[in-house]
């Protein structure tokens, strides 16, 4: 069974920083899309970045490009979601999922569907 494991988030002053990390265990494929998404109340979830297992090949939505910076952890199996430059419109929940289709890593949003796992979320807030 797979299984999704976030950590970091919480609270950050607009301009500061946060970090997101994602482990998963029970994967048994060897290749898969791992990434980001957020949701914010009455708003629709959106794709923030992807990375894939090559960990060369990277997305990012054009809200956070610039400012984010999506990474495999040092441990196998683990993400990183370095998030700079904070702003008040970055605060929401933030889900790691993770695809065995390696498209869903170019177009998250489109092929949101194709994520099947999902981790339970972590908020990020950020005030002005």
């Known amino acids: 069974q797979v299984q999704l494991t976030e950590s970091g988030g919480g609270s950050a002053q607009a301009g500061g920083s946060a970090t997101l990390s994602c482990a998963m265990s029970?994967?048994?494929?060897?290749?898969?899309?791992m990434g980001w998404f957020r949701q914010s109340p009455g708003k629709k979830r959106e794709g923030v970045a992807t990375?894939?297992?090559?960990?060369?090949?990277?997305y990012y939505a054009a809200a956070v490009k610039g400012r984010f910076a999506i990474s495999r952890g040092i441990a196998e199996d683990t993400m990183n979601l370095q998030m700079n430059g904070l702003e008040p419109e970055d605060s929401a929940m933030y889900y790691c999922?993770?695809?065995?289709?390696?498209?869903?890593?170019?177009?998250?949003?489109?092929?949101?569907?194709?994520?099947?796992?999902w981790g339970q979320g972590r908020e990020v807030t950020v005030s002005s």
């Open positions: 990375i894939f297992t090559n960990g060369d090949d990277t």
């Open positions: 999922a993770v695809s065995d289709w390696r498209w869903a890593c170019e177009n998250p949003d489109k092929y949101e569907a194709k994520y099947d796992y």
């Open positions: 029970g994967y048994s494929g060897k290749m898969y899309c």
